[in-house]
């Protein structure tokens, strides 16, 4: 049970050489939840974007290709996190088209309405206060702003004693603040979109 925790952990909160072989795998492995998820979100030209908890900063590199030529922000509360992240967007980053910091969901240091599209692949299951991370990111995003949630339906019924079924979501999303909420179980994925007044 001691392995299982500090393997669950070093998921969480990356860190130390364990931390980067995981980041590295979860780059791998969740390369296809990230690029079916965004199938259907248009956004305007020179949008400004956010990834929540941007691990190993695979999604940040499909974000930036998709919506050129936008500004893409990651975060994260793993110091290993963000400088891998920084590292797979090297050029980005010295471009000032992505930018990391490291922050939690319930506390994001930004105004408000400062983001298009506001995205989380695999980590919501993880947030210590789902309800405040959603607030919060409701808070960012500018009127007609875009909440992506995409995770496997497995790890979301193995890490959540609540908000498991997609209804769920959709009611924690309109009680924050958010105009419509959308989810869709396909296969072994959930995918939720939520749209901001």
């Given at each position: 049970?001691?392995?299982?925790?500090?393997?669950?952990?070093?998921?969480?909160?990356?860190?130390?050489?364990?931390?980067?072989?995981?980041?590295?795998?979860?780059?791998?492995?969740?390369?296809?939840?990230v690029d079916r998820s965004l199938a259907g979100i248009a956004l305007p030209a020179g949008a400004t974007l956010l990834d929540v908890g941007?691990?190993?900063?695979?999604?940040?590199?499909?974000?930036?290709?998709?919506?050129?030529?936008?500004?893409?922000?990651?975060?994260?509360?793993?110091?290993?996190?963000?400088?891998?992240?920084?590292?797979?967007?090297?050029?980005?980053?010295?471009?000032?088209?992505?930018?990391?910091?490291?922050?939690?969901?319930?506390?994001?240091?930004?105004?408000?309405?400062?983001?298009?599209?506001?995205?989380?692949?695999?980590?919501?299951?993880?947030?210590?206060?789902?309800?405040?991370?959603?607030?919060?990111?409701?808070?960012?995003?500018?009127?007609?702003?875009?909440?992506?949630?995409?995770?496997?339906?497995y790890k979301i019924h193995y890490h959540m004693s609540e908000y498991k079924a997609?209804?769920?979501?959709?009611?924690?999303?309109?009680?924050?603040?958010?105009?419509?909420?959308?989810?869709?179980?396909?296969?072994?994925?959930?995918?939720?979109?939520?749209?901001?007044?």
């Amino acid at each position: 049970m001691g392995l299982m925790r500090a393997l669950i952990g070093q998921c969480k909160y990356p860190s130390g050489p364990l931390g980067r072989m995981f980041l590295h795998a979860m780059n791998m492995a969740h390369g296809d939840l990230v690029d079916r998820s965004l199938a259907g979100i248009a956004l305007p030209a020179g949008a400004t974007l956010l990834d929540v908890g941007c691990g190993g900063g695979r999604a940040i590199r499909t974000l930036r290709k998709r919506f050129e030529p936008s500004v893409v922000y990651g975060v994260d509360p793993s110091d290993t996190a963000i400088r891998a992240a920084a590292k797979q967007n090297r050029a980005a980053a010295r471009a000032g088209q992505a930018i990391f910091q490291k922050a939690v969901v319930e506390a994001l240091p930004f105004e408000d309405r400062s983001f298009d599209l506001v995205t989380a692949f695999q980590t919501h299951y993880f947030w210590p206060d789902l309800r405040c991370g959603f607030a919060e990111i409701a808070r960012v995003l500018g009127p007609g702003g875009q909440f992506l949630l995409a995770a496997e339906t497995y790890k979301i019924h193995y890490h959540m004693s609540e908000y498991k079924a997609p209804s769920e979501l959709e009611s924690l999303a309109r009680a924050v603040g958010f105009a419509s909420a959308s989810a869709l179980v396909a296969g072994k994925h959930l995918r939720l979109l939520c749209v901001r007044e």
